[in-house]
């Protein structure tokens, strides 16, 4: 039975992904046009010609396949950036990219810088950006020792990640101090049975540590199981 790649796999970032990690391991073998060509300039046969190496060589293609609906959580934040103007980016606690991959879709224009401790993630995103996404830039560092100095993005998202870490106040001074404009967070609103969930972070809390943190001005609302903030950052006042 032929495999309809294009139904099953999002082609273009799956493609993205394989050259990347090509590029890196020489796994799978792909010719030098699939694997040199920009990726735009790929019509759609050959990125399936990707894909489907990428497959037999047996590379976990999870992350791109179709049919996972989009999370609420991921839409209400796209949604807000979608109403701003800005060209830079940093993205704390990037993980295997389920907010990312779609954001470069969306804003192909923005110039991106993603952290995260586990190697793991940041060489997944490194091979991503070698295969096609130029504009990402993936790092392992610890947001609390602020690695950039103030006012290096226009905006911060810390989604899914401060209930992760231990000092939580320093992480939220650093994405205030790094931000130009805003600092976008999710949370969990309410407890669960995740052990690496060290935090149950409460609008009184993050109002608590935002103002602590120079931010006065502080948009919440719930999606799903979830707590959306958006902060703006006050340069200056």
Known sequence: MMID??????????????RGHAKYTGNPALDE?????PLNDLGEEKLIKIVA?????????????????????????????????????????????????????EFPW?????????????????????????QLKSLQKNICEQPFPENSFDIVTLLEVLEHIPEVDKAIKAAVKMAKQYVVVTVPSKPD????????????????????????KLHFDGVEGHLFLVAAVEKGS
């Not at 991106?112 to 401790?117: A, P």
């Not at 049975?193 to 540590?209: C, Q, R, W, Y």
């Open 5 to 18: 790649y294009a139904e099953r796999y999002d082609l273009y970032t799956a493609a993205a992904w394989i």
């Open 33 to 37: 046009e699939l694997l040199e060509c």
């Open 53 to 105: 190496a990428g497959e037999l060589a047996e590379l976990k293609l999870y992350p791109f396949k179709r049919g996972k609906a989009e999370l609420p959580r991921v839409r209400r934040v796209m949604g807000f950036l979608h109403s701003l103007q800005f060209e830079t980016l940093l993205d704390v606690g990037s993980g295997r990219g389920v907010f990312l991959l779609p954001f470069m879709k």
């Open 110 to 134: 923005v110039q991106i810088t993603s952290l995260d401790l586990l190697e793991k993630r940041v060489t997944f995103l490194k091979e991503l950006a070698e295969g096609g996404y130029p």
């Open 193 to 216: 049975d995740n052990p690496e969930h060290i935090h149950l972070l409460t609008k009184a809390v993050l109002t608590e540590m935002f103002w602590q943190a120079g931010c006065t």
